[in-house]
């Protein structure tokens, strides 16, 4: 639990923690991952429109980079999020 200490002292929103927790959790050695927004409110029992709104959360306080992904055929896929690891 003291791995997250930063970010249970933060400034941030209970969803945005959740949020944040949920992705660290699917992050590789490297801080990224890519669930899908219905993916993560699914698991986490949260509506998309909160979870977009975590997602924002977390970009401005500068914990969370995302980047869109695109199919071959020029279609939208799941965002890739870089998970910032926090100050122990």
């Known amino acids: 639990m ?5 970010v249970y002292t ?8 959740a949020v944040y927790m ?20 699914r698991e986490l029992k949260l509506s998309r429109s909160t979870v977009k709104r975590a997602i924002t959360d977390l970009e401005q306080s500068g914990r969370l980079r995302k980047e869109q992904r695109w199919r071959e ?9 870089y998970i910032k690891q926090p100050d122990s």
């Open 73 to 81: 055929n020029g279609g939208k896929s799941s965002n890739l999020y």
């Open 10 to 17: 933060s400034e941030l929103s209970h969803r945005a923690r």
């Open 22 to 41: 949920y992705l660290h959790d699917r992050a590789d050695k490297d801080g990224k991952c890519y669930p899908a927004i219905g993916t993560i409110a």
């Open 2 to 6: 003291a791995y997250f200490t930063s």
